[in-house]
């Protein structure tokens, strides 16, 4: 027997005419992402009578395509989409695509709204009917951002106090961290922990150290690992991901470039990983679909920031997939990272980091006991 209680999702079939790729693969992510109306897309040579059709009104001859469109549909709602209001009077839905008000357009278009009269005469912020206009937020950040080029530094793992200890986290050995000759952390592998030596305001002073050589040391097999074991409290993939933050400061990992396309493995266990603003936002997009880093930068109404941080500290961990990487040659090609979109300021998710929290409190204030003496005994090692 049917379940009628389970509610069921309308489909909305949608037809695209000449638009681009680009525009064509934004609109197909966003259909994916949507849950409460099923909007897919189809072609036309699928005997299907779609409910909407956009016509790209950018493109050459797009008013003469629209009335064509519009002739060979004309149980739809053909839509002109474009960047300016068209001469003749049709619905109308502005680009650039802006995903928090787009669904909301186009059930506003679907029920005969939002249409364009060519025969009024308005200043620019009345050229769109009351389904297209943006709303005040949108407006202003749209004015002072718009068309304005957003330049990041990237960064290399080499050399960096995260890249070592990702490293040494790949191999057996249990393994000090020196810097200037004095034990900073040591890696346990085989536990997955870190124990930390200094205060974690000097550990974070060193992640600001892009170009070091740093110092390692094998832990002695003759030392009680079990004694060291216990006291390492830092869970290794906890203490990378604050590292990666602490690394990144706003700034692109490389070998990730703007046209990368990253996906999440798994999603990351917030709850147990020091806060990220919009981590969760973030997660739940690409554990979904791949998507190149520009695109995902003007999908989400997040701040670059977020977005590279995010990236950085995912990266680090190992949980995004770079499914199409650079070649080498392309990643020297292109040394900065170069964006453009409306810049919106990130709102702030509720906190995941508990366990983190008691982690990052664990710091060894005073080497002492077996710890103070192998201290020393990696002291009195030279390089």
Known sequence: MMNNSIPKVKTAHVLLVNVDDRHAAMLRMAFKMYNSVNYHLIQPEEDIQPELVLVDGDAEDGEATWQKTKDSYPNAVVV??????????????RKPI????????????????????ADEKTDNQSEASEANK??????????????????????????????????????????????????????????????LVIESDALQKLCQLDNVEWQTRVVPSTTSKAQLHAKAKLKLQSFIWQLSIWTSRNRLVDPITANTIVKLKAWPNLTRLAYLPEAIRLSAFLV??????????????????????????????????????????????????????????????????????????????????????LMGRLRGKNT
């Open 98 to 117: 802006k995903f928090e008000t787009l669904f909301q357009n186009l059930r506003n278009l679907k029920r005969g709204n939002g249409v364009w009269l």
């Open 288 to 373: 979904r679909s791949p998507v190149a880093l520009n695109m995902l930068y003007k999908l989400l109404p997040v701040s670059l920031d977020d977005v590279v941080n995010y990236i950085a500290a995912t990266y680090s961990i190992g949980v995004l997939e770079i499914e199409q990487p650079l070649t080498h040659s392309a990643i020297q090609q292109e040394q900065e990272m170069i964006l453009t979109k409306e810049v919106s300021p990130s709102a702030s998710s509720t906190a995941e980091n508990d366990e983190t929290a008691e982690d990052t409190e664990n710091v060894v204030r005073k080497p002492k006991g077996l710890l103070a003496r």
């Open 134 to 195: 943006p709303d005040s937020n949108d407006a202003r950040k749209e004015s002072n951002n718009s068309g304005h080029s957003i330049t990041i530094e990237r960064f290399h793992l080499k050399h960096t106090l995260l890249g070592l200890v990702q490293a040494l986290s790949q191999q057996k050995d249990d393994t000090a961290i020196l810097h200037e000759g004095k034990p900073i952390l040591i890696v346990f592998p085989d536990i997955a922990k870190v124990l």
């Open 80 to 93: 002109f989409f474009a960047h300016q209001v068209p001469s003749i009077t049709a619905p109308f839905l």
